[in-house]
Nanobody, 127 residues
Framework: QVQLVESGGALVKAGGSLRLSCAAS????????MGWFRQAPGKEREVLAG????????YYADSVKGRFTISRDNAKNTVYLQMNSLKPEDTAVYYC????????????????????WGQGTQVTVSS
């Protein structure tokens, strides 16, 4: 099994930027499609972005397209989420997720498609 630990969450002002990291242990991340999700208080968890094993393909939710960028460094066993132009409505707990998959170019965008989850990191955007 792969264990995931997110970091980088913080309190930031609207318009600011943050980079979240998701470090994996137990298994090499190169065998996993990865994704980032978030859950705001009183709301369901929503997908933000996904990236294929081979890094060639990505997916972004409309709510973050153009502002957030997912990337991965398989050599460092880490996935990142660069968040720019942050808004108060981006306030949430952010989670990374992994799914073992054979196809190196498949991107997963559904919560149920992911098998492994981190514990989350809090992002708070003040107005």
């Amino acid at each position: 099994q792969v264990q995931l630990v997110e970091s980088g969450g913080a309190l930031v002002k609207a318009g600011g930027s943050l980079r979240l990291s998701c470090a994996a242990s137990g298994r090499t991340l190169s065998g996993y499609a990865m994704g980032w999700f978030r859950q705001a208080p009183g709301k369901e968890r929503e997908v933000l972005a996904g990236i294929s094993r081979s890094i060639t393909n990505t997916y972004y939710a409309d709510s973050v397209k153009g502002r957030f960028t997912i990337s991965r460094d398989n050599a460092k066993n880490t996935v990142y989420l660069q968040m720019n132009s942050l808004k108060p409505e981006d306030t949430a707990v952010y989670y990374c997720a992994a799914s073992s998959i054979l196809n190196t170019r498949t991107v997963l965008s559904g919560e149920r498609q992911y098998s492994y989850w981190g514990q989350g990191t809090q992002v708070t955007v003040s107005s």
